[in-house]
């Protein structure tokens, strides 16, 4: 196995310059930076991280926090943050909490996810894990899809994308309202994301000078079975046109597929927007609330590698306002 000085020798340079181009230290010259990048390639070198870690006090490794696993937004949100930090030169953990018992190892301070260089917490609330509204370490994190205005943070403008939604649905003087969706199986790991679309909508809906008593809430978990049921219940109960705020396109996708099966037609019988523009939607016509996903992991990615490269403690808050994209159901 080779070693840093086998780098060091073949490359004729010093073994410090080495340490150097592998911790990217950019006042190395360019030309001693490609002969140590082309010996490291020739000796098939990779460093030792532990040892790394003892010399430097950096383990070029960035913890990622997600609620939990399995949906596409999550795999599209940890794409874009991979794709930055390899650019920086750091790798991630991820570490799904799933389960009270992984929250309370989560809050022990010795947790080898505070081992790393910091952190990303996605899609979760520290004001609703810890008392302290932070987490128990020194290191560098960044809130992810969530405001928080006690620590640095990267989201998605929800309430602006309900209100969105009550600017673009069609709703006739017949109408009946629903919003479907927003019920969290375990409060403490939400972060309050369908809450603030459901404002925006209700606001919204306020400032079109539509009596919010028309509205009915259809509180669901997300799960596309169960929005099929209520769209099969729907349509059999209401016998006009009905206009439906879905709080996510995986609910929206159900729901109208139940209402069709129930011989109901998309723009004749109901109207609908959902929430996300997750990739299928394109394909089936749902209308939608875009969440710059990508974005949104990238410039979070971005902000937490700059901070621990430059040793900065600046306040992050950043804002990305979501677009309306207009199908076949409104």
Known sequence: MSTIKDVAKLANVS??????????????????????????????YSPNVHARH????????????????????????????????????????LFSLLSRDRLKRFSDPSH??????????????LSKMFFSNSLPTNKPYIMVDTFDDRNDCVHIDNY????????????RN???????????????????????????FIDGIKEKGIDISKVKHIPELLDWSKA??????????????????????????????????AGKKVRENFSMIGYDDLNFTEKVGISTIHQPIEEL??????????????????????????????????
């Open 174 to 200: 017949e109408s009946s309202i629903f919003i479907l969706g927003g019920f969290e199986s375990d409060e403490m790991f939400s972060s309050h994301v369908f809450k603030d679309r459901i404002a925006g």
């Open 160 to 171: 602006v994308g309900g209100k969105m939604v009550a600017q673009h649905l069609e709703i």
């Open 15 to 44: 073994v410090g310059t080495v340490s150097k181009i592998l911790n990217n230290d950019s006042t190395v010259k360019v030309r001693n930076r490609e002969a140590v990048l082309k010996a490291i390639n020739a000796l098939e």
């Open 297 to 330: 992991g990238k410039i979070a990615a971005e902000k937490l590698a700059t901070k621990i490269l430059n040793g900065t403690h600046e306040r992050v808050y950043v804002k990305i306002t979501p677009t309306y994209i207009e199908r076949s159901t409104n």
């Open 112 to 125: 080898y996810l505070y081992h790393t260089d910091g952190l990303l917490v996605t899609s979760l609330s």
């Open 54 to 93: 003892l010399s430097t006090g950096k383990t070029k490794m960035i913890s990622v926090i997600l609620p939990t696993i399995g949906y596409e937004f999550q795999g599209r949100l940890i794409n874009s943050i991979d794709s930055i930090l390899s650019k920086y030169g750091f790798d991630s953990i």
């Open 228 to 261: 099929y049921d209520v769209g099969v219940k729907i349509a059999k109960q209401v016998k006009r046109h009905f206009s439906v705020f879905s709080v996510s396109d995986i609910l929206a996708w159900g729901f109208m597929s139940g209402c069709e099966s």
